[in-house]
Nanobody, 127 residues
Framework: QLQLVESGGGLVQPGGSLRLSCAAS????????IGWFRQAPGKEREGVSC????????NYADSVKGRFTISRDNAKKTVYLQMNSLKPEDTAVYYC????????????????????WGQGTQVTVSS
């Protein structure tokens, strides 16, 4: 069975850091693009970052550029999202998702592109 499980969320003060993990099971991660999305209360789900199947290309939302870094370790079947300089507006449930048929191995930050989703992990940035 194909599964994605997020972890690493929690409560952090503004300016702090968290590293989210997305662990895959039931499939080989090498060929799939992975995206991170988030949804805050009362807001639509938005793309945060994504990484191509081989890790050669990444994309970031303008709101997180320079603060967040996505990476992957295919041997560990895990994708990471390092979040630095966190702001209250980063508060949301964060989801990882897998695109099992990426176009030329690249990634997109459109939720409709992704086939499998994790259950999410809560990130709260508050003083």
């Amino acid at each position: 069975q194909l599964q994605l499980v997020e972890s690493g969320g929690g409560l952090v003060q503004p300016g702090g850091s968290l590293r989210l993990s997305c662990a895959a099971s039931g499939f080989t991660l090498d060929y799939y693009a992975i995206g991170w999305f988030r949804q805050a209360p009362g807001k639509e789900r938005e793309g945060v970052s994504c990484i191509s199947s081989r890790g050669s290309s990444t994309n970031y939302a303008d709101s997180v550029k320079g603060r967040f870094t996505i990476s992957r370790d295919n041997a560990k079947k895990t994708v990471y999202l390092q979040m630095n300089s966190l702001k209250p507006e980063d508060t949301a449930v964060y989801y990882c998702a897998a695109d099992l048929a990426p176009f030329q191995g690249m990634c997109e930050m459109r939720g409709s592109q992704y086939d499998y989703w994790g259950q999410g992990t809560q990130v709260t940035v508050s003083s």
